[in-house]
Nanobody, 120 residues
Framework: QVQLVESGGGLVQAGGSLRLSCAAS????????MGWFRQAPGKEREFVAR????????FYTDSVKGRFTISRDNAKNTVYLQMNNLKPEDTAVYYC?????????????WGQGTQVTVST
């Protein structure tokens, strides 16, 4: 089992920045990829970014490219999402997730979520 705990959400004005953290514990050796997802009110959960646990490969959804940066600190078993130039449409609950399979695109473990609210 892997446990994930997010932190760092909050209220920020448009154009501001926040950094989310996701601390992993348990059998972290099983993790292949860590991802961030978000869900806005009345909308489906959407992918935001991902990073491989043992490599530097990253991938972002188009709407956050150039504004968000995903990174990791393996020594701390923590993944970060630096969010700059935030927009009101970034308002959502942000979740981190861990994927074990190199082949199957399915995330096996999820955190509880952290709220990000961007005001105009």
């Amino acid at each position: 089992q892997v446990q994930l705990v997010e932190s760092g959400g909050g209220l920020v004005q448009a154009g501001g920045s926040l950094r989310l953290s996701c601390a992993a514990s348990g059998r972290t050796s099983r993790i292949y990829t860590m991802g961030w997802f978000r869900q806005a009110p009345g909308k489906e959960r959407e992918f935001v970014a991902r990073i491989n646990w043992s490599e530097t490969t990253t991938f972002y959804t188009d709407s956050v490219k150039g504004r968000f940066t995903i990174s990791r600190d393996n020594a701390k078993n923590t993944v970060y999402l630096q969010m700059n130039n935030l927009k009101p449409e970034d308002t959502a609950v942000y979740y981190c997730a861990a994927r074990q399979s190199r082949v199957v695109d399915r995330y096996d473990y999820w955190g509880q979520g952290t709220q990000v609210t961007v005001s105009t």
